[in-house]
């Protein structure tokens, strides 16, 4: 709206046509805070609500912010503070990716820059939008994978285990880097010993922007490489 940015929700019928029913004529704006908001992944819970995921810009940081919505694209009031819920980590944290966990608690995720550079960074939130104490520190976790690391894709195994894809900049480059979690955020040393792997395929920069897992348990990242 005006001169910023907002979260933007469309939903289509099956043949492609807007569906009414939907926000204003199958569209949805929403501002979270009084700058620049972007969404960039969304999920849909068992009961039919919608949860999207992104960043909100502030004059001096960005935190992650996660809106429900309804089935019928107005706000879930029952969620945060009017539906809206926003999470300072540490600096500039953008959630790239969000999925439902079958208890109902939500897990975003994406990148967060310490004091030296970008970490893999997720957040876990209860059904409400509180933060799950439970998980990592106050619900928060941030895993230093190499360099500079960013967070794209998450999949979770019918364990709780959560796969976190993305990529880490190494002494040149970029390589594929997977991360996987237990389910109380801690890493999950089964996991290539540390719970960590970096893959170069070639040599120039390789991102994994996707993850997927099949069901014999292995897991499939998907990207480009140079």
Excluded: C
């Amino acid at each position: 709206h005006g001169s910023h940015g907002d979260f933007a929700l469309v939903r289509y019928h099956p043949d492609g046509s807007l569906d009414a029913s939907f926000g204003t004529g199958g569209k949805v704006l929403t501002p979270v805070g009084n700058s620049d908001d972007y969404a960039y992944s969304v999920a849909i819970q068992t009961d039919g609500k919608i949860v999207a995921a992104g960043k909100s810009i502030s004059t001096s940081n960005e935190d992650f912010a996660v809106v429900r919505y309804n089935a019928d694209g107005s706000l879930d009031t029952t969620f945060g503070t009017g539906g809206k819920v926003t999470t300072n980590i540490m600096f500039n944290d953008s959630a790239s990716a969000v999925v439902i966990q079958p208890d109902g608690k939500i897990v975003a995720a994406g990148s967060s820059t310490n004091t030296v550079s970008y970490d893999f960074a997720l957040v876990r939130y209860n059904a409400n939008g509180s933060l799950d104490n439970s998980f990592g520190t106050g619900g928060k976790i941030q895993t230093d994978v190499g360099g500079i690391d960013l967070l794209s894709s998450l999949a979770l195994l019918p364990d709780g285990r959560i796969v976190a894809a993305g990529a880490s900049l190494g002494a040149t480059d970029y390589d594929f880097a997977l991360v996987r979690y237990n389910d109380d955020g801690s890493l999950d040393t089964s996991f290539d010993t540390d719970g960590k792997v970096t893959t170069p395929i070639l040599s120039a920069d390789d991102r994994a922007q996707a993850v997927a897992l099949q069901p014999d348990g292995r897991i499939v990242a998907a990207g480009y490489s140079y």
